[in-house]
């Protein structure tokens, strides 16, 4: 059974920094490519970030880009999403996804992340 | 990376059908067949309904289908039931590694 667990989460102020983790099981974690999409409260969904098989593969939405790296460990089954200059329209619940194919097939129960001073 | 475009609310009786559109450009829904849907319940995290445009998970009732013509996907719930309320949204590949999601529609069920 396909089992994504976030943590991280928590209040941070803006300017600041985070980090996301994702643990995977259930399936063979190196196989996937695995995103972040995220929810800002009361809205819909963002795509924010993408890693290959392998990590050497990268691709972030706009919005993030230059502010966030993610990265995994396949040695660990992690997914990570390191947040810097927060800000608060940062304000959301995280989403570890799994990818097969194109779609998002398997997705987390999210971490909530809030940025306020 | 603009978002999808989605009516923001839909409703329809038990047992009458329902579309929803979503509207892109020629750089991701009209370039790919790579359009999917998901559904979302408060406080769940969102469900893969249709895949590739038009195909449906294992475990996904058939009442749920999509299509697309040109820029433009749709969802269609036939026989609409009460657990169906939610909230949709369409998913499109844009290219060059990146999604695009519309900003989503709720499904209410009257």
């Known amino acids: 059974q396909v089992q994504l667990v976030e943590s991280g989460g928590g209040v941070v102020q803006p300017g600041r920094s985070l980090r996301l983790s994702c643990a995977a099981s259930?399936?063979?974690?190196?196989?996937?490519?695995m995103h972040w999409v995220r929810q800002a409260p009361g809205k819909g969904l963002e795509w924010v970030a993408v890693?290959?098989?392998?990590?050497?593969?990268?691709q972030y939405a706009d919005s993030v880009k230059g502010r966030v790296i993610i990265s995994r460990d396949n040695s660990k089954n992690t997914l990570s999403l390191q947040m810097n200059s927060l800000r608060v329209e940062d304000t959301a619940v995280y989403y570890c996804?799994?990818?097969?194919?194109?779609?998002?097939?398997?997705w987390g129960q999210g971490t909530l992340v809030t940025v306020s001073s | 990376q603009s978002a999808l475009t989605q009516p923001a609310s839909v409703s329809g009786s038990p047992g009458q059908s329902i579309t929803i559109s979503c509207s892109g450009t020629s750089s991701d829904v009209g370039s790919y067949n790579l359009v999917s849907w998901y559904q979302q319940h408060p406080g769940k995290a969102p469900k893969l309904m249709i895949y590739?445009?038009?195909k449906r998970p294992s475990g996904v009732s058939s009442r749920f289908s999509g299509s697309k013509s040109g820029n433009t996907a749709s969802l269609t719930i036939s026989g609409l039931q009460a657990e169906d309320e939610a909230d949709y949204y369409c998913c499109s590949f844009a290219g060059s590694r990146t999604w695009v999601f519309g900003g989503g529609t709720k499904l209410t069920v009257l």
């Open positions: 996804a799994r990818v097969t194919g194109y779609d998002f097939d398997s």
């Open positions: 259930g399936f063979s974690f190196r196989s996937y490519f």
């Open positions: 590739e445009g038009n």
């Open positions: 890693i290959s098989y392998d990590g050497n593969e990268k």
